[in-house]
């Protein structure tokens, strides 16, 4: 058990529709990543958040937003959903208070269908 | 700019044969370097990972991966799998001051009986 925690695990929607995505990193972790992982694609980082603010982003659609809670919790909102955005979406943490890490610690993921 | 290679898409091995996989890195100064191992159905799981000193890194589950900077390689090896090895494997490396990782496109291992 890794400490990542991500809900929920599975989620079948139709298209056009939207769903939100959460995820609570390891206790203590300030850092948040978002991959989607799907079969054609491999693993594609999406977005970082570092304590509640942006950090970098990735291949991530402008259809697709997240942000990072004062909790430090973060959420992934994917909106009008198409057939091609079925896929694993991850959550990683990283980086405790102490300084900056390039170690993630990824959480169990977020089976997303659309159909 | 940085980039990760993993040239075998699927490795098949016998039970109790080694093995090993392999992982190439472009990156302009010394890299962070990491496995994960990814069950089916499961999230990655950090395997080992090198920053430094000793070459030769030892990680849990027997696995173990040396670094060559000569080869710009960091191959994961094991000397005896077991069939809860199948998996899917990711290297992957950091660099720079954007604390990402670049990522691999992962070796699937099929473990035969």
């Known amino acids: 058990d890794s400490g990542v925690t991500q809900t929920p695990k599975h989620l079948i929607t139709a298209t056009g529709q939207r769903v939100t995505l959460r995820c609570s990193p390891r206790?203590?972790?300030?850092?948040v990543y978002w991959y989607q992982q799907s079969l054609d694609q491999g693993l594609q980082f999406l977005i970082q958040?570092?304590?509640?603010?942006?950090?970098a982003k990735g291949n991530i659609l402008e259809r697709f937003s997240a942000q990072q809670f004062p909790d430090l919790h973060s959420e992934l909102n994917l909106s009008s959903l198409e057939l091609g955005d079925s896929a694993l979406y991850f959550c990683?943490?990283?980086?405790?208070?102490?300084?900056?890490?390039?170690?993630?610690?990824f959480g169990p993921g977020t089976r997303l269908t659309v159909t | 700019a940085q980039s990760v290679t993993q040239p075998d898409i699927h490795i098949t091995v016998s039970e109790g044969a080694s093995l090993e996989l392999r992982c190439n890195y472009s990156?302009?100064?010394?890299?962070?370097l990491f496995w994960y191992v990814q069950s089916p159905g499961q999230g990655l799981q950090l395997l080992l990972k090198?920053?430094?000193?000793d070459t030769l890194v030892q990680g849990i589950k027997g696995f173990e991966a040396e670094f060559k900077r000569s080869q710009s390689s960091f191959n994961l090896r094991k000397p005896s799998v077991h069939w809860s090895d199948a998996a899917e494997y990711f290297c992957?490396?950091?660099?720079?001051?954007?604390?990402?990782?670049?990522w691999g496109a992962g070796t699937k291992l099929i473990i035969k009986p």
């Open positions: 990683a943490s990283s980086v405790g208070p102490s300084g900056f890490s390039y170690e993630q610690y």
């Open positions: 206790s203590g972790d300030l850092s």
């Open positions: 958040y570092y304590n509640g603010e942006e950090r």
């Open positions: 990156y302009g100064a010394t890299p962070y």
């Open positions: 090198y920053f430094s000193g």
């Open positions: 992957a490396v950091g660099g720079g001051s954007n604390y990402q990782l670049i």
